[in-house]
């Protein structure tokens, strides 16, 4: 038997892997219910048409199968991918709480048993066998299984319990404000949906820069509100004072370069996203393995990425470590995934290089646009954001 500790995406695909190979695992999740709370907005990359393979990628979307995008952006610049014969970019833009749930009615549907509210309180392991000792709604028990996965996210209790460092940066420089914003009709162009301001008006769907920091806006269901966020450099905030509406609303102000009088959605739509980080993680555990336990997802690395890879990531983790569980051969999963991990990580800070405002980044965005336009640049940043 399989335990893996976390039902968010990674740890279901984990076990509707494992399960697809002949090998039923239990999920243990320490909540009592599935999280409604908005966080990633899709996935972006090469785990898309692996869900198609699997028989998940019409459930998702109601299409029967998914097409390269013929546009994205990577550091605020736009990218015209239909110029790519062989383009490797695919986009799901589905809610996290909408993949989870599809995940877990396929997991139950094959017989996954996924246990809410248990919560792993110690771990112990032997060459052979790890032993999970859970606190459930009835009480403690044990458990004892041939791997343990942990796919219980960046604060992962599985990491720690078994020493495992999680080694990187915090970048306290830049705060990121994210919320969803009522946009007045009028600031938007009635066509193509563009924000009207100095420099624009501006595309959905990319980061765009100015003077006084970045910004981005995009809607992700039908009519409802905008999903705005922005970045500025330098600034002082006590994060110990709640994020408002009116503090993102003054934020996109001040980026923009003029008022926008954007107002909060109705509460009976939500939820609905409204949060400020101060600081930006890029941490990768110091391995991914522990004898017989496994990290994936956001328990093995969190990166402070652009566009949303991590998802990517973490559901391509699962399915490289579900293969290697099922032919014992974790061996390699360490190796073989860290690279990928690395190279999010990269690109992070690629793209942070050509959004900061000032005269240096002005002069590396007039070289990356140079480099863009040759179809080597262009096919290196397409599988840059395709990942593996």
């Not at 990187?168 to 009207?196: F, Q, Y």
């Amino acid at each position: 038997m399989v335990v893996i500790v976390g039902a968010g995406p990674v740890g279901l695909m984990v076990a509707l892997e494992l399960t697809r190979r002949g090998t039923k695992p239990v999920v243990l999740e320490t909540l009592a219910t599935p999280n409604r709370l908005p966080k990633a907005n899709g996935i972006v990359g090469r785990a898309v048409p692996m869900l198609h393979e699997r028989g998940l990628y019409e459930p998702l979307t109601g299409k029967k199968q998914p097409r390269p995008a013929p546009r994205f952006m990577y550091g605020g610049f736009p990218l015209d991918l239909r110029r790519l014969a062989d383009n490797p970019v695919h986009l799901l833009p589905v809610p996290q709480r909408r993949l989870e749930a599809v995940l877990a009615q396929h997991a139950e549907a094959a017989g996954v048993e996924i246990r809410h509210a248990h919560t792993v309180n110690g771990i112990t392991q032997t060459p052979d066998t790890v032993t999970v000792d859970v606190e459930g709604p009835t009480g403690p028990y044990t458990m004892r299984a041939t791997h343990l996965v942990g796919a219980d996210g960046a604060h992962s209790s599985v990491r720690k319990a078994v020493g495992i460092t999680f080694d990187g940066t915090s970048a306290d420089d830049v705060v990121t404000r994210s919320g969803h914003l009522v946009l007045p009709p009028r600031d938007l162009t009635r066509v193509t949906g563009r924000l009207r301001g100095p420099g624009g008006p501006y595309r959905p769907y990319l980061f765009h820069c100015t003077p006084k920091g970045v910004f981005s806006f995009a809607r992700f269901s039908g009519a409802g509100p905008h999903l705005v966020t922005t970045l500025e450099w330098g600034q002082e905030v006590d994060d110990t004072v709640p994020m408002t509406v009116g503090e993102l609303r003054d934020s996109l102000t001040r980026v923009l370069g003029r008022p926008v009088l954007a107002a909060a959605p109705p509460p009976a739509e939500g939820p609905h996203v409204l949060r400020r980080g101060t600081s930006r993680q890029n941490r990768i555990a110091s391995t991914y393995r522990a004898g017989r336990i496994l990290l994936a997802g956001d328990a093995a690395h969190v990166v402070a990425g652009f566009g949303g890879p991590l998802l990517n990531l973490g559901l391509l983790d699962a399915i490289d470590l579900a293969a290697r569980i099922t032919t014992d051969d974790v061996d390699g999963y360490d190796q073989a995934r860290r690279p990928h991990a690395d190279n999010v990580l990269a690109a992070a800070k690629e793209q942070e290089a050509l959004l900061r405002p000032g005269q240096e980044t002005d002069q590396r965005r007039k070289e990356f646009a140079a480099y863009l336009a040759t179809e080597t640049g262009l096919r290196r940043v397409a599988n840059t954001i395709a990942g593996g």
